[in-house]
């Protein structure tokens, strides 16, 4: 299957799917006689597997521990398991500070009037020196 194809059926970017293979997430890929890659049914379960566990955002670094334990036949499911227990731990601090930051935009929205005139609080609290 060719790079285009692979895109389509994983729904990766062709930069993203070269990268997987630059950094190891993907073995290298054989290639036809005319240099292009071709990818195998292994490779692209293999991207499947990255985009899911990117679409949920583990860390590339992440991934690759993962997908050594997909790969190894004796792997112990609870270190998977903790993992994923740390990422949701991971996850849960990024939700509390996106909350923060919307908390302090919606305040900066309502300072602003929006009313036409050179007056904004949003302006104003983006330059507040403290």
């Known amino acids: 299957m060719n790079i285009k194809q692979v895109e389509q059926t994983t729904g990766l970017t062709a930069r993203q799917i070269r990268e997987y293979e630059k950094i190891g997430l993907i073995p290298a890929i054989t290639r036809t006689p005319s ?6 049914q292994d490779s692209i379960e293999r991207l499947q597997f990255i985009k899911r566990a990117r679409d949920v955002d583990f860390s590339l670094a992440e991934i690759k521990v993962l997908l050594a334990m997909q790969d190894n ?6 270190e998977v398991k903790a993992l994923t227990a740390q990422h949701i731990v991971t996850l849960n601090e990024k939700i509390e500070q996106l909350q ?8 900066w929205h309502d300072s602003c009037k929006g009313d036409g005139t050179a007056e904004c609080g949003i302006l104003d609290k983006l330059v507040i020196k403290e």
């Open 73 to 78: 036949p004796c792997r112990n499911n609870s």
């Open 35 to 40: 240099g292009y890659r071709d990818y195998s």
């Open 100 to 107: 923060a930051m919307k908390s302090t935009l919606q305040v």
